[in-house]
């Protein structure tokens, strides 16, 4: 039998349903509603790099289910050797916004024991201080932001800023990050990528070595 209702924790407390809506999304339902989308995650051409931002993230619970999908799908359709760079780039398509501390840090943290459950189940080390654990600490860190989705700010009163990370062509693992801010998406000349310097490219597992994250 799956997990039931009663089982999952899906209020923290009252005050917490109160004051910011947290209430989690049961996994059969994240399930039942990324399977309307099963085509960008795992079946459509170009689906590794098919982006997704979830604005209000908690504690990761649909971006944890997306990065499995695509992990998953990776595994059956690229070859052992790709597969490093390809769940790179996997998560370099996850974005996530979160306002309270403790469910961003949770978000950032289950994301990673994802990522890195799926390498050690296959015998890859992604252990802290591999740089295929710091490459992928590294693009949660800058793509998981702490923040307020409507006012686009961090608790700073900065703009939220993220990354877009293209890869380049003819380059197979080579990665470009371009810094964009949330509130450009929301304007008709979309993003600004160029107000912010453009990072050299560079390979997907050395990203961290640019340094420039929050993490
Ligand atoms: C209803 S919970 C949903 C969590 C998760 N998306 C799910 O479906 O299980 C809402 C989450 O959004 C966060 N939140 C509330 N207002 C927000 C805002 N203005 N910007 C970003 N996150 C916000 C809360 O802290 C909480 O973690």
Redesign the pocket.
């Known amino acids: 039998m799956t997990l039931s209702l009663v089982e999952e924790q ?1 209020v923290k407390s009252r005050d ?2 109160k004051a ?7 996994k059969h339902m ?1 399930e039942q509603m990324l399977d309307l989308v099963a085509e960008d995650l795992e079946t459509g051409p170009d689906f590794v790099d098919k982006t997704f931002l ?9 971006l944890v289910a997306i990065l499995r999908r695509k992990l998953a799908a990776i595994e059956r359709r690229f070859p052992a050797d790709e597969w490093r760079n390809e769940s790179l780039f996997a998560l370099a398509s996850i974005y996530g ?4 501390e403790d ?1 961003h840090e949770d978000a950032k943290a289950n994301l990673l024991a994802e990522f890195v459950g799926f390498h050690q189940a296959h015998g890859t080390p992604a252990d802290p201080g591999t740089g295929l654990h710091r490459a992928a600490e590294f693009l949660i860190g800058t793509n998981i932001v702490r ?5 686009a700010q961090t608790p700073e009163g900065e703009g939220i800023q993220f990354s877009w990370w293209h890869r380049v062509e003819g380059q197979p693992g080579v990665v470009q990050r371009e810094p964009f801010t949330l509130a450009s998406l929301r304007d008709d000349a979309g993003f600004d990528f160029t107000v912010y310097a453009t990072y050299e490219p560079c390979p997907i597992d050395e990203v961290h070595e640019q340094g420039g994250s929050d993490a």
Do not use: H, M, Q
């Not at 979830?54 to 649909?62: I, Q, R, T, Y």
């Not at 923040?147 to 006012?151: P, Q, R, S, V």
């Open positions: 899906v917490r349903v910011y809506g947290e209430v989690f999304t049961p994240v979830e604005p209000s993230a908690g504690d990761g619970n649909f916004i979160e306002l309270l469910n923040g307020n989705t409507l006012t």
